[in-house]
């Protein structure tokens, strides 16, 4: 079994979620059994909502929280008429507004609140209950009860300070108790202190043999637990991000990231790391020797795969762009709004389509407003690009830092050029500098207004000058190493 760990997962995941899933469908592909595991709270959502829409299979997902239940990753299908099945013979009326349901009972000072997975069913998430004008209860569901959370009024708040989590049956598995951060976890047979043992527990109860392999995606909070509690397991650290700081580090001393500082110093103990770029892979062995005097084993495998080119059957649509991404500060979808903007004095008829959900989202529709580019800019939404990319002409990124780039795949996938910045580690393994796009030279001093100069010279440049069928072919040539017939080989290769 290779059990995948993790923290979160969100309606606008990032490129570790996607990366994982990536590689959930290449290890079905080659009959390896898999489960991945999140060890994050979802107050506000059903994981299975979430894990479903990127991609996972329930039978491949393992939640913390449930773990020490019976009760199985699943869709809510709790209803409105179980629910009021729970009231017994109390007289009481609902009302149902924005996908909530606000139950009275006359003669108390008590009401409920159901909020339903959408607005158009019947389906139910929570329940909040309110006495005497204060939250003192939420149950969350799914087919059943899965947890409770008890609150009290402190400093005229609701405070969170108990969760029951819940057997199919409704008897307690066992118990969280909450006090101003800090958490203790009461079982039948033994008291945890903290949420890195509660973590530690599970693994210990995994049963974990030399057959078994343990990836670990992201380490904060949940990396020492795995590592002490892993048993004969092997051990790999799949490396998502940049894992040093350049302006940390000299010719004495490196500077690692926080998220992978205790990773490395386990070397004993890890089994292999993943990097997704072979240039990453050279520089982490490079330091390894050079800071630590080890060598360990580092192997790149690819955080994606591309089951087949995509070729298009109808003309791309002439000087359109795509950008794809989380729509957050350090993708800087702002300036590739901007470049677009100026490059329009130069391309009349250009064109940019942005999908990905975010926090930027509100700024970037005021951007777009505010530069009155509606007719030609527009956010598209968090959508299955696979059969998308093919319908334009270019693609376009504002990263300062990609560990991989699935996007970048995805785009040389369906034979576009590209145009980046020259930023470890994704963009120069898919982009050649006037092959198949343009990498942009920049350094921590370049203002904005020169980068976004820089992009929307780039993009005029590809349009105006550049043999776009040259770069189209060369695109598909890059992409033919990341095909999944490629890409499984590497996995099987270190899973045997």
Same mark, same amino acid.
């Given at each position: 079994?290779?059990?995948?760990?993790?923290?979160?997962?969100?309606?606008?995941?990032?490129?570790?979620?996607?990366?994982?899933?990536?590689?959930?469908?290449?290890?079905?592909? =080659?009959?390896?059994?898999?489960?991945?595991?999140?060890?994050?709270?979802?107050?506000? /959502?059903?994981?299975?909502?979430?894990?479903?829409?990127?991609?996972?299979?329930?039978?491949?997902?393992?939640?913390?929280?449930?773990?020490?239940?019976?009760?199985?990753?699943?869709?809510?299908?709790?209803?409105?008429?179980?629910?009021?099945?729970?009231?017994?013979?109390?007289?009481?009326?609902?009302?149902?507004?924005?996908?909530?349901?606000?139950?009275?009972?006359?003669?108390?000072?008590?009401?409920?609140?159901?909020?339903?997975?959408?607005?158009? &069913?019947?389906?139910?998430?929570?329940?909040?209950?309110?006495?005497?004008?204060?939250?003192?209860?939420?149950?969350?569901?799914?087919?059943?009860?899965?947890?409770?959370?008890?609150?009290?009024?402190?400093?005229?708040?609701?405070?969170?300070?108990?969760?029951?989590?819940?057997?199919?049956?409704?008897?307690?598995?066992?118990?969280?108790?909450? /006090?101003?951060?800090?958490?203790?976890?009461?079982?039948?047979?033994?008291?945890?202190?903290?949420?890195?043992?509660?973590?530690?527990?599970?693994?210990?109860?995994?049963?974990?043999?030399?057959?078994?392999?343990? *990836?670990?995606?992201?380490?904060?909070? =949940?990396?020492?637990? =795995?590592?002490?509690?892993?048993?004969?397991?092997?051990?790999?650290?799949?490396?998502?991000?940049?894992?040093?700081?350049?302006?940390?580090?000299?010719?004495?001393?490196?500077?690692?990231?926080?998220?992978?500082?205790?990773?490395?110093?386990?070397?004993?103990?890890?089994?292999?790391?993943?990097?997704?770029? &072979?240039?990453?892979?050279?520089?982490?062995?490079?330091?390894?020797?050079?800071?630590?005097?080890?060598?360990?084993?580092?192997?790149?495998?690819?955080?994606?795969?591309?089951? &087949?080119?995509?070729?298009?059957?109808?003309?791309?649509?002439?000087?359109? *762009?795509?950008?794809?991404?989380?729509?957050?500060?350090?993708?800087?979808?702002?300036?590739?709004?901007?470049?677009?903007?100026?490059?329009?004095?130069?391309?009349?008829?250009?064109?940019?389509?942005?999908?990905?959900?975010?926090?930027?989202?509100?700024?970037?529709?005021?951007?777009?407003?505010?530069?009155?580019?509606?007719?030609?800019?527009?956010?598209?939404?968090?959508? /299955?690009?696979?059969?998308?990319?093919?319908?334009?002409?270019?693609?376009?990124?504002?990263?300062?830092?990609?560990?991989?780039?699935?996007?970048?795949?995805?785009?040389?996938?369906?034979?576009?050029?590209? =145009?980046?910045?020259?930023?470890?580690?994704?963009?120069?393994?898919?982009?050649?500098?006037?092959?198949?796009?343009?990498?942009?030279?920049?350094?921590?001093?370049?203002?904005?207004?020169?980068?976004?100069?820089?992009?929307?010279?780039?993009?005029?440049?590809?349009?105006?000058?550049?043999?776009?069928?040259?770069?189209?072919?060369?695109?598909?040539?890059?992409?033919?190493?990341?095909?999944?017939?490629?890409?499984?080989?590497?996995?099987?290769?270190?899973?045997?």
């Amino acid at each position: 079994m290779v059990y995948n760990f993790n923290l979160g997962i969100g309606w606008a995941s990032s490129g570790v979620e996607y990366a994982q899933v990536y590689r959930a469908k290449l290890l079905r592909e =080659i009959g390896q059994e898999a489960r991945f595991v999140f060890t994050d709270m979802f107050p506000k /959502d059903n994981i299975q909502h979430m894990t479903e829409n990127i991609g996972f299979l329930d039978s491949e997902v393992i939640w913390l929280y449930t773990f020490f239940t019976d009760c199985k990753i699943s869709p809510v299908t709790f209803t409105l008429k179980d629910l009021e099945k729970t009231f017994g013979n109390r007289r009481f009326s609902g009302i149902k507004e924005n996908g909530k349901v606000k139950y009275t009972f006359p003669g108390t000072n008590t009401y409920y609140v159901a909020y339903l997975v959408n607005d158009k &069913e019947r389906r139910v998430h929570r329940v909040e209950m309110v006495s005497n004008g204060c939250l003192i209860r939420k149950d969350y569901y799914t087919y059943c009860r899965i947890y409770s959370e008890y609150y009290a009024p402190l400093d005229h708040k609701a405070h969170l300070y108990h969760r029951r989590f819940f057997n199919e049956d409704g008897t307690v598995a066992y118990e969280e108790i909450i /006090d101003d951060g800090a958490v203790m976890y009461q079982f039948p047979d033994r008291l945890l202190c903290s949420k890195e043992e509660l973590v530690g527990y599970m693994v210990s109860r995994l049963k974990l043999t030399r057959k078994d392999v343990v *990836l670990i995606d992201r380490t904060t909070g =949940i990396g020492q637990a =795995i590592l002490q509690n892993a048993g004969p397991a092997r051990i790999g650290i799949v490396i998502h991000a940049d894992h040093y700081s350049e302006g940390g580090t000299d010719e004495e001393a490196i500077l690692w990231n926080n998220y992978y500082e205790y990773a490395f110093s386990q070397r004993d103990r890890v089994r292999f790391y993943i990097t997704s770029t &072979e240039v990453q892979n050279r520089l982490l062995k490079q330091q390894f020797k050079k800071y630590m005097n080890a060598n360990p084993k580092v192997v790149t495998i690819p955080v994606g795969s591309l089951k &087949e080119l995509k070729i298009p059957k109808k003309a791309r649509k002439k000087h359109s *762009l795509i950008t794809a991404s989380r729509l957050a500060s350090e993708k800087h979808v702002d300036w590739i709004i901007d470049a677009v903007a100026a490059a329009r004095e130069q391309v009349k008829d250009i064109s940019l389509d942005i999908y990905g959900k975010g926090g930027e989202e509100g700024k970037l529709k005021e951007q777009i407003k505010r530069l009155h580019c509606e007719d030609y800019v527009h956010l598209c939404g968090q959508q /299955d690009l696979q059969e998308v990319y093919k319908n334009y002409e270019a693609y376009v990124s504002g990263s300062t830092s990609e560990g991989f780039g699935l996007t970048l795949m995805e785009a040389v996938g369906s034979g576009l050029p590209v =145009i980046g910045f020259d930023v470890r580690y994704g963009n120069p393994n898919f982009i050649e500098d006037g092959e198949n796009g343009y990498l942009i030279s920049v350094n921590d001093k370049m203002e904005k207004r020169e980068r976004v100069q820089k992009l929307a010279d780039c993009i005029v440049r590809l349009f105006k000058e550049a043999d776009l069928e040259k770069f189209r072919a060369h695109s598909y040539d890059k992409a033919k190493e990341y095909l999944t017939k490629e890409v499984e080989k590497k996995w099987e290769n270190i899973l045997k």
